[in-house]
């Protein structure tokens, strides 16, 4: 047993600025030895991500209390029995999905769709159903089966992927999520082919991703959508050759205009229906509409169905983009390291724990792009 600083949701939906509120209490709980194929991890730098916000706001439900993060990279430093595929001091990346391997989906390569895993994620439990985290006799709730906005985390080791001890901590955290998401969407999901013009609608950390994925991948046109005017020019910054506010009355026309009819690929990561009605609505016949996004549970899509099949249009979720996490987040480790995903121009705050709801407060006003927080 270990003793950690966490950041603890009791209760969600409340209101902001979250600054003042304080809905993530930073408080000292007691991480209990890894059991069988887990291990303890010291978590040297994690992500601020809309998921998070998602539980925080109330638009994702999850079991409270519950210690929240699941974008991070750390070190191992202790192991539980049945560990033979990682050891002590071996960075890693944590995958927000625990991939068990042996269900029928993790047999065929659908990593995302593990089904013990999402069946844990929801429980909010680890891979073997255990709790780890405690206050005195109290058991937290695990965020994703990781809850890294915490000095030291238990994880599964079908949560964990071993990298590069070169890479820095800080970089690799963002692989965690906002890459794997973004650029997952991108190559696996949507499939951007070398010449394709892509739209990626919501400019955030994953959004951002899926334009260097797009890029990567050999797309000829990438676009950018945001009602963020700071975001729109972010796009611009790392690769997009253009950008739109999708919320202009004329937007829908101009993108058409300059794209001979829409887009082949539209990406969309922004979490309400109207941005994703808009990437429908801008991908051209016969293309490919992709969204990774989680608006609140009861949102709804109205859809045209003579435009989905007079159109011959394709629409697909995409989650953990569409990854296997072991064989994914080594590549796009190597791209990055060959300067073709240049992520580090996403980071846009460092932060301490202590500071976590004021950095909650500045991405929900859209004023972050992505917030690392920083452990010793």
Same mark, same amino acid.
């Given at each position: 047993?270990?003793?950690?600083?966490?950041?603890?949701?009791?209760?969600m939906?409340?209101p902001?600025?979250?600054?003042?509120t304080?809905p993530?209490?930073?408080e000292?709980v007691?991480?209990?030895?890894?059991g069988?194929?887990?291990?303890?991890v010291?978590?040297?730098?994690?992500?601020l991500?809309?998921?998070?916000?998602s539980?925080?706001?109330?638009?994702?439900?999850r079991p409270?209390?519950?210690?929240?993060g699941?974008?991070?990279?750390?070190?191992?430093?202790?192991?539980g029995?049945?560990?033979?595929?990682?050891?002590?001091g071996?960075?890693v990346?944590?995958?927000?999905?625990?991939?068990?391997?042996?269900c029928s989906?993790?047999?065929? /390569?659908? @990593?995302?769709?593990?089904?013990p895993g999402?069946?844990? $994620? #929801?429980k909010g &439990?680890l %891979?073997?159903?255990?709790?780890r985290?405690r206050k005195q006799?109290?058991?937290?709730?695990?965020?994703?089966?990781?809850?890294?906005?915490s000095?030291?985390s238990?994880a599964s080791?079908?949560?964990l992927?071993k990298i590069?001890t070169?890479?820095?901590?800080d970089?690799?955290a963002?692989? /965690?999520? @906002?890459?794997?998401?973004?650029?997952?969407a991108?190559? $696996? #999901?949507a499939? &951007?082919? %070398?010449?394709?013009?892509?739209l990626?609608?919501?400019?955030?950390g994953?959004?951002?991703?899926a334009?260097?994925?797009?890029r990567a991948a050999?797309a000829r046109?990438v676009i950018?959508?945001?009602i963020?005017?700071?975001?729109?020019e972010?796009?611009l910054?790392i690769?997009?050759?253009?950008?739109i506010?999708?919320?202009?009355?004329?937007?829908m026309a101009?993108?058409?205009?300059?794209?001979n009819?829409?887009v082949?690929v539209s990406?969309?990561?922004?979490?309400?229906?109207?941005?994703?009605?808009f990437a429908f609505?801008?991908?051209k016949?016969?293309g490919?509409?992709?969204?990774?996004?989680?608006?609140?549970?009861?949102?709804?899509?109205?859809?045209s169905?003579?435009?989905?099949?007079?159109?011959?249009k394709n629409?697909?979720?995409?989650?953990?983009g569409?990854?296997?996490?072991?064989?994914?987040?080594?590549h796009?480790?190597?791209?990055?390291?060959?300067?073709?995903?240049?992520?580090?121009q996403?980071i846009s705050?460092?932060?301490?724990?202590?500071e976590?709801?004021?950095?909650?407060?500045?991405?929900?006003?859209?004023?972050?792009?992505?917030?690392i927080?920083?452990?010793?």
């Amino acid at each position: 047993m270990v003793r950690s600083k966490a950041a603890v949701l009791h209760e969600m939906g409340m209101p902001r600025p979250y600054g003042t509120t304080k809905p993530l209490h930073i408080e000292e709980v007691e991480i209990d030895d890894p059991g069988f194929e887990e291990v303890l991890v010291k978590i040297k730098a994690a992500g601020l991500c809309h998921s998070d916000l998602s539980v925080i706001n109330g638009n994702r439900p999850r079991p409270l209390p519950m210690v929240l993060g699941h974008e991070a990279a750390g070190e191992v430093v202790k192991l539980g029995a049945g560990v033979d595929r990682l050891e002590v001091g071996d960075h890693v990346v944590f995958a927000f999905l625990p991939s068990c391997g042996h269900c029928s989906y993790c047999k065929v /390569g659908k @990593a995302a769709l593990c089904e013990p895993g999402a069946v844990a $994620n #929801t429980k909010g &439990v680890l %891979l073997s159903g255990h709790r780890r985290i405690r206050k005195q006799d109290r058991y937290y709730n695990h965020h994703m089966g990781v809850s890294v906005f915490s000095d030291y985390s238990v994880a599964s080791i079908h949560s964990l992927v071993k990298i590069d001890t070169s890479i820095p901590f800080d970089i690799a955290a963002l692989f /965690g999520c @906002a890459v794997m998401t973004g650029v997952g969407a991108a190559v $696996n #999901t949507a499939q &951007v082919r %070398l010449g394709d013009s892509v739209l990626v609608v919501g400019l955030g950390g994953v959004g951002l991703s899926a334009i260097l994925g797009a890029r990567a991948a050999g797309a000829r046109k990438v676009i950018g959508a945001d009602i963020n005017q700071k975001k729109r020019e972010m796009a611009l910054q790392i690769g997009a050759d253009s950008v739109i506010d999708s919320s202009s009355p004329g937007a829908m026309a101009e993108l058409k205009e300059s794209t001979n009819g829409g887009v082949d690929v539209s990406l969309e990561f922004a979490g309400v229906i109207p941005a994703l009605e808009f990437a429908f609505r801008a991908t051209k016949r016969g293309g490919t509409t992709v969204t990774a996004a989680l608006p609140h549970p009861d949102a709804r899509l109205h859809l045209s169905p003579v435009e989905l099949v007079g159109q011959e249009k394709n629409i697909k979720g995409s989650y953990l983009g569409s990854c296997v996490p072991d064989r994914d987040i080594p590549h796009y480790l190597e791209l990055f390291k060959a300067g073709r995903l240049p992520v580090e121009q996403l980071i846009s705050h460092k932060i301490s724990l202590e500071e976590v709801n004021k950095g909650f407060e500045r991405l929900a006003n859209g004023k972050a792009v992505r917030q690392i927080i920083l452990f010793d």
